[in-house]
Structure formats: C-alpha cells, structure tokens
C-alpha cells in the first residue's frame, strides 16, 4: 500500500511539474489592443524578438483595437490560460479605465503582470500652418477660438486623452477633443491640417517633428527628452501639472498553471535585461529602470493610486 501511496505521489508531483516542463511547444500570441503602427505596436514587436530567444518559439501579433484597449484585453482574460496568449497592456485599459468604470475584467484577479516593456513621455505638437511657437502661444490662440481650436488623441480613454484634459485644466482653455483609434491616426490629420494639435509618445512624433511635418511645443516629462533636446518641459512652458507618461507591459490571463506563469517570468525579466532590446529602447528615448514582474505590480498599483483621484476630479467619462 505504501509503495502505491508514493507512486501515486510521485505521479502527481510529475503532472503538475508538466506544463512547465512542455511549454513551450508551439508560437506565442501577443495580442495588442490597439492599430499597427502606435506605440503600443511598437513596444509588443520590439520585445517579441528577445522574448523569442528565450523561449525558443515565433511570437505572432495580432492588433485588436477599439475601444481603448478594452475589448482586446478582455479577449485575453476570456480566452485560453495556456501561455499562449499574452496582452501588451498599457495605462489604458490597465489603469485608467477600471478606476471610473466597471468592466468584464478585474485586472488584479484576472490579469498577472510579467514586466514592464515600455516608458515614454509625450510630446505636444501642433499642426506646422498653425502660428504658434510656443506652448504659451496655443494657450492664447485657444482662448482666442474658444471650442474651435482642436486637439485630437488616441482614442477615449488612453492617457492621451487624460493628457487633454490636464492641459484644459491647467492652462484654462476650452477645445474640442477628437478621439482617434490610434496616435498614428491623429498624426496623419495633425500633418494634414484636419487638427490643431495633439499629445503623443516622443518617440513616435520626434520623426515628423525632425522632418518639419508638426512642430513640437513641450514634452510631459521631468526632463528632457534626448531624442528633442531642445523641447522644454510643460513645467518650464509653465504647465508643471501636465505631466504624463505612456507606458506598456505584458501580461497574462491569471487562470495560467502556475509553472507557466514562472517561466514566462522568468523569461520576460532576461528579455528586458537583452542588450540588443535595451539599445532598441534607447532609439526610442526609452529607458527601463525596474526588471520583473514584482516591480511591474507595484508600479501598476502605483499608477492605480495616481491616476485615480485625477480621474474621477477630471470628471472623464469612457465609452
């Protein structure tokens, strides 16, 4: 009998070490809740080749936009807990949205951090045939066409539209926002002319800016950015409280055997420490300063406590 006993054991310790030990043994899905081409794509694509070496298999993109990322992430919460399927969440549906409005997804049950993939500020620009030089020129150009001046973003409820409504806030104006799918959207009509202005990720403006496409007026960070050295703060256009960030991460349905869930962690914290990932990050003015999954939690807690009250004063309402 004790002989069975511990074979039995031993039968079940082998299972449960299973998954870990199979996986993984065929391609793993990034599922990107936002249009090919943003930052958000950006980030998921510049992690999936290091992320590739560690696992040994081919990681396929699949862009689920709408809706600021909502509906993307809760396809993955709902969807296999294999491994397979992972979410590159950003501030969106990770953080701002939860805090003003029920969702089919709790992302402290349903969702676990990995780590940290992506941290960029954004830069406000204007359209190049607007006269305006500085941040304090749209100030007074806004006031001066009270609700006709426009500033488009990524779409409701993506930190570019919070960063909208901080500039309104802090500089006392009035405008009309116009939502888009993505920031590669807004940039299109920024450059055309169809908008006044925008807040986007610096590393996805800082080209169009180089160019002379769309003229950069500030960036919402502490410091300047190496990739627009000359562009001040908000702080030092006199706008201290517009101080946004874009950030992205990877993240699994929390229903995933654990063991796979160790691997993948472990694999995403050598992917973030790949030297060629890091200098892909530095071309994008981008810089990690925490590695794991742990400092991920806590800095989405982190962002949680922040953004939360600014919400709800802001009074930001998400379709």
Known sequence: ????????????????????????????????????????????????????????????IENRPGASGVP???AVV???????????????????????????????????????????????????????????DFVAYAKANADKAT??????????????????????VSFTHVPYRSTSNSITDLMGGQ??????????????VK???IKALAITSDKRSPLLPELPTMAEAGLPNVKTEVWFGLLA????????LDQLKRAVAAAQEDPEYKAGLL?????????????FADFIKAESQRWTPILKKADVKFE
């Open 1 to 60: 009998m004790k002989t069975s006993l511990c074979c039995a054991a031993l039968l079940l310790a082998l299972a449960s070490h299973a998954p870990a030990a199979e996986f993984p043994s065929q391609p793993i899905r990034f599922v990107i809740p936002f249009s090919a081409g943003g930052p958000t794509d950006t980030a998921g694509r510049l992690i999936a080749e290091p992320l590739r070496r560690q696992l040994g298999q081919p990681i396929v």
């Open 72 to 74: 993307g992430t809760e």
């Open 78 to 136: 709902n969807g296999p807990n294999d491994g397979y399927t992972l979410v590159v969440g950003g501030i969106a549906p990770i953080v701002l949205v939860p805090a003003v409005k029920k969702l089919r997804y709790d992302v402290d049950k349903d969702l676990v951090p990995l780590g940290l993939i992506w941290r960029s500020p954004q830069v406000f620009a204007v359209r190049a045939s607007l006269d305006v030089k500085t941040v304090a």
């Open 151 to 172: 500033i488009g973003s990524a779409g409701i409820g993506t930190v570019t539209h919070l960063a909208n409504e901080l500039f309104k806030q802090e500089a006392g």
């Open 195 to 208: 908008i006044d202005a925008i807040f986007g990720d610096v590393a996805i403006l800082a080209p169009q």
């Open 211 to 213: 160019a002379g496409a």
């Open 253 to 260: 349905p929390a229903r995933t055997p654990a063991p796979v």
């Open 283 to 295: 071309k994008y003015g981008t810089v990690l300063n925490s590695v794991g999954a742990e400092p």
